[in-house]
């Protein structure tokens, strides 16, 4: 999907200048989720094919063949762990998916003038508001994750 027909999708009452960054925003989170949900499962599913490998090359006839291949196989194994570890992918993954949900909630509930927006006289101002916080609580979570990595480095 293009992204003008997400924000299509998602609305842009009145051509409201902010719910069109919103969008933006929501593409953004969408795209770096999915990455994030694909390097993910790459790396875990290599590492779990390669894994369930050795046992059976260790078992086969020819030593030379099998030596070599599992010696491959767990490096390949131990090189996806450690990018695993150090990407953080499944994390980041969450972390961008529960960020883009919130937003995209947030909207909907605007556009549609459903919720909190029900009624109110001015529902924009309340929307800038709800939609800055959760971005604000994006940001805190990047934060905290980049302490603990500092924090762990400095102690290794």
């Known amino acids: 999907m293009s992204s003008e027909g997400i924000l299509e999708y998602f609305g842009n009452p009145d051509g409201d200048e902010y ?6 925003l929501v593409i953004y989170y969408n795209r770096r989720s999915k990455f994030y949900k694909k390097v993910y499962y790459i790396l875990s599913g290599s590492r779990i094919v390669m894994t369930a490998l050795i046992p059976v090359f260790v078992i086969m006839e020819s030593p030379l ?3 070599g291949i599992v010696a491959l196989l767990s490096a390949g194994a131990l090189i996806a762990e ?3 570890g150090i990407s953080h992918a499944q994390d980041k993954w969450k972390s961008y998916r529960q960020t883009c ?9 605007y556009c549609t003038k459903k919720g909190i927006y029900n009624g109110i006289e001015d529902p924009s101002e309340v929307f ?11 940001g ?16 290794g």
């Open 19 to 24: 719910s069109n960054i919103i969008g933006k």
């Open 65 to 67: 063949l099998s030596n």
């Open 82 to 84: 450690g990018f695993l």
């Open 101 to 109: 949900d919130q937003l995209c909630s947030e909207q909907r509930f």
């Open 128 to 138: 800038v508001i709800n939609c800055e916080k959760i971005i604000k609580e994006e």
């Open 140 to 155: 805190s979570r990047w934060k905290e994750y980049i302490q603990e990595t500092k924090s762990v480095s400095n102690s």
